[in-house]
């Protein structure tokens, strides 16, 4: 996914750790309350101007709802403006526990208002910010008038309470009082420096109440010395702009002006093109801020990554940025209407195909237009936008791209999921772009993507979900190629890595979830120096469960059957050697190790595979040892980060066998192994330290005798979790002698902080 509209659709995803409580705000919060607790008042408007907290309330209160059992289950949607009621019906129906599958769209409507209607739990829905009234039965299925369904809208507009029949609550801004609260809690006044005399109440007044503004300002302004405040004051008493928005124009213009990276400043702009409340993933404004800097032949990717990572965590420190869902940042409406009014005259959102387009333009969005532009003045423009909606074909000539000889960044996609649109036209229609650094597509029907090789700029390319017919040999003139992601895509013919690894300047690759042409397996890719990657991540399979489980992790790399054949040796070691995260399956012929070290990555007295978070290996029959070390005197440092082991149908007889040093498994919280036939023991050629082990998980290892020496049984004072299933030959857990294992001393000791034992 690359781009995704903020709807949540359950509480429990929306905690309310920023939702400060004030005096005034309670005494609203509890009129909400009690009205969708109203058995004769079923539709609460909750109505306030942009940056009045209308949304943290309305997540609170459901909260509260739920917490208190006043309701079964919270669906929480984003109207926004313009709606798009076809994908809020779809978020709707996966709220309701529905199942899209075979169902018409022309049906959701009617399917929606059975379920409702037919339900015999409470439910709540919440439509946040609505700008106009709409039919709720026509456009979402959702009964105006129900019972066992409360209704809350959040809104700008009295009139749309009004026209839609709602019970309205006001909530007004912050009093000054309240104001200087929520200033005080973000710049942290106690540590400012002395002789403020009054400016941060002078400061507060001049934010309108208005809480998104208050933080802002307090962020720019925290451990900020005297000289700064005297200068932010004088800031705000001199700014005149339109009333509607003088207060919050102010605020944030102040903190946009003192933000220290220029890069900061561009992406700030970047993102109020996108539509409001959309969220947008890191990865994509980290690619657009690269593709705006300048960058040659020599120059190195990753340095140039860091720092638009860092201008984006500026805007997040901010608050300019909020954080969304995992790797995804949003930009709060108020915020965004500022940052539209400061570039007005650079960046266009061109949301309605009736709108003017401007003149001179640098950042530009075109956004679900039936009549696509064509004659407008390209020749400023470095970033381009398109987003299509479910279009039948993307058709664009050859004089579309033709004047826009300063193009830096294009991102082409079609927002409809799960659907190719045809776009064969494309490619023809770049050639022009002579400066181009950054291409980004996504669900399209892309064809010969061959010509791309003339654009010998372009230093970042990522096809998400496309259809290609190879990765071509014209990739090789791509000099300033740096960044490669191909993302769930059909490849038609020949293997790509044949052409990946021959891209030595290459520093970025992602490889995950494609099709291909998979029926020549007769050898293993036999293509000269292996790629020296700073991140990666190569997989057959979606890894997101790994990330959720272990974090984020850069360099990831998962080899079964599928791609096995693909990988050249040299280049499959050098990826096992400096993967966080390694997973192999399959019975791979082609390659037959029975050791991690030194098999695949050889022993070397610097230490080894010291990077690896994760180890997951799979029928692997060859497998007797991950480590063996028998024939190596003093030992090898490898695994020395390992969070978290999972064997499963590997023939190992142990984890390791020869002399490690200290501090190896010491980071392991999780460990899992099935299927193990030939197991006897675990780490039995030593004492280690397991003193992070929260889980350990055995299930079918008819060979295993005993676990743990005494002496690594010792260190499991964090063990939370031990389960063990048929293991028909087990003797016991900890091997000693008179069974002293059993006793009351040794079982508080050791498992003394253990929830569960299943054995």
Same mark, same amino acid.
């Given at each position: 996914m690359v781009f995704s509209r903020a709807n949540v659709l359950d509480i429990r995803h929306l905690p309310p750790q920023d939702?400060?409580?004030?005096?005034?705000?309670?005494?609203?919060?509890?009129?909400?309350? $009690?009205?969708?607790?109203d058995e004769n008042s079923n539709m609460i408007g909750l109505q306030g101007i942009g940056g009045a907290g209308k949304t943290s309330m309305a997540k609170e209160v459901g909260y509260k709802l739920k917490e208190s059992k006043s309701i079964h289950k919270f669906i929480f949607l984003v109207v926004s403006?313009?709606?798009?009621?076809?994908?809020?019906?779809?978020?709707?129906?996966?709220?309701?526990?529905?199942?899209?599958?075979?169902?018409?769209?022309?049906?959701?409507?009617?399917?929606?208002?059975?379920?409702?209607?037919?339900?015999?739990? $409470?439910?709540?829905?919440?439509?946040?910010?609505? @700008?106009?009234?709409?039919?709720?039965?026509?456009?979402?299925?959702?009964?105006s008038r129900h019972k066992g369904c409360n209704l809350l809208i959040t809104t700008r507009s009295s009139r749309v309470c009004k026209e839609m029949g709602c019970r309205m609550i006001e909530l007004h801004m912050l009093n000054n009082k309240e104001a200087l609260?929520?200033?005080?809690?973000?710049?942290?006044?106690?540590?400012?420096?002395?002789?403020?005399?009054?400016?941060?109440?002078?400061?507060?007044?001049?934010?309108?109440?208005?809480?998104?503004?208050?933080?802002?300002?307090?962020?720019?302004?925290?451990?900020?010395?005297?000289?700064? @405040?005297?200068?932010?004051?004088?800031?705000?008493?001199?700014?005149?702009?339109?009333?509607?928005?003088?207060?919050?124009?102010?605020?944030?213009?102040?903190?946009?002006?003192?933000? $220290?990276?220029?890069?900061?400043?561009?992406?700030?702009?970047?993102?109020?093109?996108?539509?409001?409340?959309?969220?947008?993933?890191?990865?994509?404004?980290?690619?657009?801020?690269?593709?705006?800097?300048?960058?040659?032949?020599?120059?190195?990717?990753?340095?140039?990554?860091s720092e638009v990572d860092g201008a984006i965590m500026e805007l997040i420190d901010s608050s300019l940025l909020l954080h969304g869902e995992y790797e995804y940042v949003k930009m709060h409406d108020l915020v965004r209407d500022v940052a539209l009014k400061i570039g007005a005259k650079d960046i266009q959102s061109l949301i309605d195909s009736k709108m003017r387009i401007k003149e001179n333009l640098r950042y530009f969005l075109i956004w679900n237009n039936d009549d696509f532009p064509t004659n407008f003045d390209g020749s400023k423009l470095e970033v381009l936008l398109i987003i299509l909606d479910d279009s039948e074909e993307f058709k664009v000539s050859c004089a579309f791209f033709k004047e826009m000889m300063r193009l830096k960044v294009l991102v082409l996609f079609d927002n409809y999921y799960y659907t190719r649109t045809p776009a064969l036209s494309l490619m023809n229609s770049l050639q022009s772009l002579k400066d181009i650094r950054t291409l980004i597509l996504k669900n399209l029907d892309l064809g010969d993507i061959s010509i791309l090789g003339d654009l010998l700029s372009l230093g970042t390319i990522w096809f998400y979900y496309c259809s290609i017919n190879e990765l071509p040999s014209e990739f090789l003139k791509l000099k300033m190629l740096r960044s490669l992601e191909v993302e769930r895509c059909k490849i038609e013919?020949?293997?790509?890595?044949?052409?990946?690894?021959?891209?030595?300047?290459?520093?970025?690759?992602?490889?995950?979830?494609?099709?291909?042409?998979?029926?020549?397996?007769?050898?293993?890719?036999?293509?000269?120096?292996?790629?020296?990657?700073?991140?990666?991540?190569?997989?057959?399979?979606d890894l997101s469960g790994y990330f959720e489980k272990y974090g984020s992790m850069s360099r990831c790399i998962r080899i079964d059957d599928q791609l096995s054949h693909l990988v050249s040796e040299a280049t499959f070691k050098q990826l096992v050697r400096r993967a966080e995260l390694l997973i192999l399956k399959g019975e791979d012929a082609q390659r037959i190790w029975k050791n991690l070290i030194p098999d695949i990555v050889a022993t070397d007295d610097r230490g080894m595979m010291n990077d690896l978070i994760v180890l997951h290996l799979s029928s692997c029959p060859y497998t007797k040892f991950p480590i063996y070390t028998k024939d190596h005197d003093y030992g090898v440092a490898a695994f020395r980060n390992l969070v978290g082991i999972h064997l499963s149908k590997v023939e190992v007889e142990d984890l390791c066998h020869?002399?490690?040093?200290?501090?190896? @498994?010491?980071?392991?919280?999780?460990?899992?192994?099935?299927?193990?036939?030939r197991l006897q023991s675990i780490l039995s050629n030593g004492n280690y330290n397991l003193c992070h082990l929260k889980s350990l998980q055995l299930e079918d290892c008819p060979m295993l005798v005993t676990v743990f020496q005494p002496s690594t049984a010792r260190s499991l004072m964090e063990l939370e979790k031990l389960t063990i299933r048929?293991?028909?030959?087990?003797?016991?857990?900890?091997?000693?002698?008179?069974?002293?294992?059993?006793?009351?001393? @040794?079982?508080?000791?050791?498992?003394?902080?253990?929830?569960?034992?299943?054995?």
């Open positions: 939702y400060i409580h004030f005096e005034s705000k309670e005494l609203k919060f509890q009129d909400l309350l $009690k009205a969708l607790q403006k313009p709606p798009d009621f076809k994908k809020i019906r779809g978020e709707l129906v996966k709220g309701l526990g529905l199942s899209l599958e075979e169902v018409k769209e022309e049906e959701l409507s009617s399917i929606i208002f059975s379920r409702i209607i037919n339900n015999n739990e $409470k439910l709540l829905i919440i439509l946040d910010d609505v @700008w106009e009234k709409f039919d709720l039965i026509e456009n979402l299925g959702i009964p609260k929520l200033f005080d809690a973000h710049a942290k006044l106690n540590n400012s420096p002395r002789g403020l005399k009054g400016m941060p109440e002078k400061i507060v007044e001049h934010c309108g109440g208005i809480p998104v503004a208050i933080v802002a300002i307090a962020r720019v302004l925290k451990s900020q010395p005297t000289p700064v @405040w005297k200068d932010a004051l004088k800031t705000l008493e001199d700014h005149v702009v339109d009333q509607d928005l003088n207060d919050a124009y102010k605020c944030l213009k102040l903190s946009y002006d003192n933000l $220290k990276n220029e890069k900061a400043k561009e992406l700030f702009l970047i993102s109020s093109l996108f539509p409001e409340d959309y969220q947008v993933p890191i990865q994509v404004l980290t690619k657009i801020g690269t593709g705006l800097g300048s960058f040659g032949e020599n120059d190195i990717h990753h340095l140039a990554r013919k020949n293997n790509p890595f044949e052409v990946i690894e021959r891209c030595s300047q290459l520093e970025e690759l992602t490889f995950v979830d494609n099709w291909f042409d998979n029926e020549e397996k007769d050898a293993i890719s036999q293509n000269g120096s292996p790629l020296t990657l700073h991140r990666y991540c190569i997989s057959s399979k020869g002399s490690l040093p200290s501090g190896v @498994w010491e980071q392991l919280e999780i460990m899992k192994l099935n299927g193990c036939h048929d293991c028909s030959a087990l003797e016991c857990i900890i091997q000693v002698k008179n069974n002293i294992a059993n006793s009351i001393r @040794w079982r508080s000791c050791i498992f003394g902080n253990v929830e569960y034992i299943l054995v």
